[in-house]
């Protein structure tokens, strides 16, 4: 059933399937341009009622943990990628029979669950290239002491006979093809020995190919180069890449307070439903905001957390209690992190259809939060 958009009570997610197609027709050019294959990283994204979508364009997916995998395997199909920092024995039996590849972070690892694991399936090890592009330590998998992945010097060629394939994650929303081609020519450098007997390597994800003018023919020829030269077949794991642009997180005024400046509050937290916001200090987007107007307002939370604002804005026109906001971008990262701190309304989730059509994925009530916390 479609439903209106002015009755759709806030907080709530919506999601733009043409902007979602948008993302994926270019994730299909690089596909094509490159011979790559393409998994969706779960841990970005996983709000599955959107799949029908995005599984004809992508190879399967790719996860951070146990029930990821799961996910994957159920919702989306193709082909399922296990990842973890550390997999105990029981998630390594949940996860074994429903995985093409199974990646460890560690050598330690790999001999813990090897012999257990060898006939299931492809086993990989994630590499800590030690070089990366992040805009933030916190995002840095190659950041001083890193717990991800096995560094050059602990590797030995005895390794390719349980091994695969590699994983190389070290990019954090790179939009410079340039520097990604640096990494590739880096690992292509120093891992050569390696490279030219493994089956598959995957690069991981954080690169921003769908960003606006990216250029999307000079990533795919340096994929392709670097695959024909060591005769591998590649792998990337975009998770901001496929979602990014793709859904607002919309909520209403419920309050206006004055301390020497106007916060609007609304009906959301960045800490329970946009936790990025808080951890990256990465201010939200508001579609209503204007460059120019002259009503400014910090668009505070009704979380309890003194500092937890979502932005600082201008508007052509005062705010009104009642008004919905749009925060923009509010996909990635986002969803998969909700939580009901202070037992605040979560938000619903609607998809917007090509055709216009709205359609709910899910809501939730008072009995979802109190489940959470006991029977
Ligand atoms: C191993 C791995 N693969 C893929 C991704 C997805 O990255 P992104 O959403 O930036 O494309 C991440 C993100 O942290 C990651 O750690």
């Known amino acids: 059933m479609s439903l209106h958009r002015n009755t759709l009570n806030t907080p709530y997610f919506i999601i733009n399937e043409a902007s979602l197609i948008d993302n994926l027709e270019k994730a299909k050019q690089l596909k094509t341009i490159s011979g790559a294959k393409l998994v969706l990283a779960l841990k970005c994204f996983s709000t599955w009622g959107t799949f029908d979508t995005i599984k004809p364009y992508l190879d399967g997916t790719t996860s951070s943990g146990p029930y990821e995998v799961k996910l994957g395997h159920e919702t989306f199909g193709g082909e399922t990628h296990a990842y ?66 096995v560094k050059q010097n ?11 394939g590699f994983m190389f994650h070290m990019n954090c929303e790179n939009k410079d093809v340039d520097a990604f081609i640096a990494i590739l020519d880096h690992i292509s450098e120093n891992f ?42 590649l792998y990337l794991e975009p998770g901001e890449a496929i979602i990014t642009r793709t859904a607002d997180l919309v909520v209403s005024v419920i309050d206006i307070v004055e301390n020497e400046k106007q916060t609007a509050i609304v009906d959301s937290a960045t800490e329970a439903h946009r936790l990025d916001t808080l951890i990256y200090n990465e201010p939200a987007s508001i579609r209503e905001a204007s460059d120019n107007g002259t009503h400014s307002y910090i668009i505070g939370s009704c979380s309890c957390l003194a500092g937890d604002t979502f932005c600082e804005t201008q508007f052509d026109q005062p705010l009104y209690i009642g008004q919905k906001l749009h925060l923009m971008d509010s996909a990635g990262y986002t969803m998969v992190k909700l939580n009901w701190f202070n037992g605040l309304k979560m938000p619903s989730i609607y998809y917007q259809r090509v055709n216009g059509d709205i359609e709910l994925l899910n809501e939730f009530g008072y009995e979802d939060f109190k489940r959470t916390l006991g029977k």
């Open 84 to 149: 973890s920092v550390g997999y105990s024995t029981a998630d390594i039996e949940a996860v074994k029979p429903l995985s093409d590849k199974i990646i460890f972070n560690s050598l330690s690892q790999l001999d813990t669950h090897y012999e257990n694991c060898k006939n299931a399936a492809s086993l990989g090890l994630r590499i800590n290239p030690e070089m990366s592009v992040a805009g933030q330590d916190l995002a840095n998998p190659a950041r001083q002491y890193s717990r991800l992945g």
């Open 192 to 233: 050569s020995d390696y490279l030219n007997q493994l089956k598959w390597l995957s690069l991981g994800g954080g690169i921003f190919f769908t960003y606006p003018n990216y250029p999307i023919e000079k990533l795919g020829a340096a994929l392709k180069a670097f695959s024909q030269k060591h005769n591998i077949q």
């Open 154 to 164: 602990l590797l030995t060629p005895a390794l390719l006979e349980k091994v695969e």
